[in-house]
Each structure stands twice: as structure tokens, then as C-alpha cells.
């Protein structure tokens, strides 16, 4: 699987849009980008996944790059329990989908 | 709603003790995953599932072994275990194409 690479941490405003930045350059046609948070002392949780088309849920939007070497996570109205760890992940769909996370993104929401 | 559920939340075990900890998830998911996460180390692939009797090898499988006989249940083994293995464990399983869901987390003692 392609590897990550995130910045550690990040600060934001709350109300403000929390932007988060993933960088997987060695990306390859078959991988999809997968984002999940990890709120303190609980389980990762899943939050938004594309292949290289943007996506929207209710939790977040997800736009990747037309060369799909890079994608960003958008909390639009980021609150204090948005406060978490956010992993993006690659995933090799159609054969066993190993799921290896890296480090993260500490993502701290400011009152 | 997809659950799935470790076995205990808490287990405090003895060096060389043979322990068993279990998943079982309810969604018919095909993947199974085991992690263990660590302070600064983050979340650690210990070993995946993608079918009944199907395993594979994640990053650190050293000391762990895992048994999957049916297809809702996902069994990490640590043979005998040491203090090293003092962690947090935590479950996951996905259907293919789909976002991952994780247990609580079991958080393990060895003294």
C-alpha cells in the first residue's frame, strides 16, 4: 500500500473551517483515499472515502487532486468535539483491503 | 447500527499467561482486523483477516497469532505473554469498499 505523509498537528478556530492536508504521492489507480478520526481513549472512527472524484457527507468533504497525489479533508464548521487525531489512509480495493494508519494529524479545535 | 464488540474493556494478565482476545462483529463483514496502539507509536497492525480460516501478517505480528473460525469472530492469541505486550487492543472489520468500524478498545496489563 502507498504510504502518507501528514503534518502532526494542526490548530483551528472553532467555527472556522478545518482543512486537513494528506500528501500520497505513490499513489496508484486501484487505491482510494479513506479518512478516520480517533477522539481520545476511543476507537477510530470512519469518516469519508473517494477514489478521485470529490466527496461529501455529513461529516466532511473530501477533495483530492486530479493527479490524485494529494487530498485535503474540509470540516466546514469545525466544533471543540471535532478536537482528534485524523488518519488518511490509502487502500487497495479488490483484493485484501489492509488497513495500515500512520501518525496522524492531532487536530486541536480553539474555543 | 454495525457493532462490534471486544470481549473485555480491562484485562490485567500474568507474564506467561496464554490470553485470548476476542471480536465479534454483527454486520456480516468479510475483513477483520487487529491493532494495538501505543503513546507515540500510534496504530499498529498486528493482523487481518479477509475471510474465514484467512489470515495474513500486518507490521508487527511477533508474538500474536490470531484464529478465525467463524466469520463474525476474530480471536488475538498472545501465547505467552510478556510485559512488552502491555497495550491497548484494538478490533475493526469492513465489508469491501467500505469505511472500517472499530470496538471500544481492550486495554491490556501484563505483570
Known amino acids: 500500500d502507498a504510504k502518507t505523509t501528514q503534518p502532526p498537528s494542526m490548530d483551528c478556530a472553532e467555527g472556522r473551517a478545518a482543512n486537513l492536508p494528506c500528501n500520497h504521492s505513490?499513489?496508484?489507480?486501484?487505491?482510494?483515499v479513506y479518512w478516520y478520526r480517533q477522539i481520545h481513549s476511543q476507537g477510530p472512527q470512519y469518516i469519508i472515502h473517494g477514489l478521485k472524484n470529490n466527496e461529501t457527507n455529513e461529516m466532511a468533504s473530501l477533495i483530492i487532486t486530479e493527479d490524485r497525489k494529494s487530498s485535503t479533508l474540509i470540516l466546514p464548521h469545525a466544533t471543540l468535539r471535532d478536537t482528534a487525531v485524523y488518519y488518511c489512509?490509502?487502500?487497495?480495493?479488490?483484493?485484501?483491503?489492509?488497513?495500515?494508519f500512520g501518525k496522524g494529524t492531532k487536530l486541536t479545535v480553539n474555543p | 447500527d454495525v457493532k462490534v464488540t471486544q470481549s473485555s474493556r480491562y484485562l490485567v494478565k500474568r507474564t506467561g499467561e496464554k490470553v485470548f482476545l476476542e471480536c465479534v462483529q454483527d454486520m456480516d463483514h468479510e475483513n477483520m482486523f487487529w491493532y494495538r496502539q501505543d503513546p507515540g507509536l500510534g496504530l499498529r497492525l498486528i493482523y487481518f483477516?479477509?475471510?474465514?480460516?484467512m489470515k495474513e501478517k500486518g507490521d508487527i505480528p511477533e508474538g500474536y497469532s490470531v484464529s478465525r473460525e467463524k466469520k463474525e469472530r476474530f480471536s488475538l492469541i498472545l501465547e505467552s505473554a510478556s510485559t512488552n505486550q502491555t497495550s491497548m487492543y484494538l478490533c475493526?472489520?469492513?465489508?469491501w469498499g467500505r469505511g472500517a468500524f472499530f470496538g471500544q478498545g481492550t486495554r491490556l496489563t501484563v505483570v
Open positions: 475493526a472489520s469492513k465489508d
Open positions: 483477516s479477509y475471510d474465514v480460516k
Open positions: 505513490t499513489i496508484s489507480g486501484n487505491e482510494y
Open positions: 489512509i490509502v487502500v487497495t480495493q479488490g483484493g485484501s483491503e489492509k488497513l495500515v
